[in-house]
């Protein structure tokens, strides 16, 4: 079993800026592909963005590239969003999730085996 927990949520204006952080504890002997993806209120989960197992190949959302930055540290176990120029539109759950059956990374969540409970990003316009 792996658990994730979510950090660094939080309530922000347009325009400024939220690094979230995922912290990984349980099976780590292998570095799955890690994900976030986010829920507003009334719509879908939707991907966010993805990192591979080693962090050299990275995927984002058409509507977060350029603004976002996925990273990660494989020693710590941990995964970052690094927001930036946030938007109302990008109010939401945002979640944490790995992979180890596609520890290439995915845009698709029924890749991923394990979830967050999610931290809460609110942009006030």
């Known amino acids: 079993q792996v658990q994730l927990v979510e950090s660094g949520g939080g309530l922000v204006q347009a325009g400024g800026s939220l690094r979230l952080t995922c912290a990984a504890s349980?099976?780590?002997?292998?570095?799955?592909?890690m994900g976030w993806f986010r829920q507003a209120p009334g719509k879908e989960r939707e991907f966010v963005s993805a990192i591979n197992w080693s962090g050299g190949i990275t995927y984002y959302a058409d509507s977060v590239k350029g603004r976002f930055t996925i990273s990660r540290d494989n020693a710590r176990n941990t995964v970052y969003l690094q927001m930036n120029s946030l938007k109302s539109d990008d109010t939401a759950v945002y979640y944490c999730?790995?992979?180890?059956?596609?520890?290439?990374?995915?845009?698709?969540?029924?890749?991923?085996?394990?979830w967050g409970q999610g931290t809460q990003v609110t942009v006030s316009s």
């Open positions: 999730t790995a992979s180890y059956r596609y520890t290439g990374g995915s845009r698709d969540a029924k890749d991923y085996d394990y």
């Open positions: 349980g099976r780590t002997l292998r570095s799955p592909a």
